[in-house]
């Protein structure tokens, strides 16, 4: 009795343990076929971060993050505007990508090692709504123009 018990628990753990995949749900909506931008001055980024804290691109605004292994994280926003649609982009709480429901992406991100990089008409930063693929450029001070595509 007790061996059937052990191996139970055994097989029980070894579902859960050994097949994380199966049971976690990613939490970003970049595409997985093209979720890498590219600035030349700090490398390649990653749209997906490591899936659990990647990009999401929601009806009204952007959260979560997209990694650099140059730079670090860059957060897109918290996804809770202060006016609960979206970010005014007017202080250090209320900041973030703003979606237009078009696929026009809006606003300020922030890299904690970069600064600020600003979503802005010049670059026309979109997303496709049906692909989930990212395009156009961001511009960071910093930086320079960061391409949000890697086609």
């Not at 191996?7 to 970049?30: E, I």
């Not at 997985?32 to 931008?37: C, D, F, Q, R």
């Not at 952007?62 to 005014?88: D, E, H, K």
Request: glycine share 16%; charged share 10%.
């Amino acid at each position: 009795m007790k061996t059937q018990l052990k191996l139970a628990a055994l097989a029980l753990l070894s579902a859960f343990c050994l097949q994380p995949s199966v049971l976690v749900q990613a939490a970003t909506t970049v595409a997985i076929t093209n979720h890498y931008a590219y600035g030349a001055n700090i490398g390649w980024m990653e749209g997906r971060g490591d899936v659990a804290n990647g990009a999401i691109i929601g009806e009204y605004v952007c959260s979560g993050y997209i990694y650099s292994a140059n730079v670090g994280w860059i957060n897109l926003g918290g996804g809770a505007p202060a006016n609960s649609i979206r970010y005014q982009n007017n202080s250090g709480t209320d900041y973030g990508v703003n979606h237009d429901g078009q696929g026009n992406l809006r606003g300020y991100a922030y890299g904690a090692n970069i600064g600020w990089i600003n979503f802005e008409a010049n670059g026309a930063p979109k997303v496709d709504l049906a692909t989930g693929n990212l395009g156009g450029y961001a511009y960071s001070a910093n930086c320079g123009w960061i391409s949000l595509s890697n086609a």
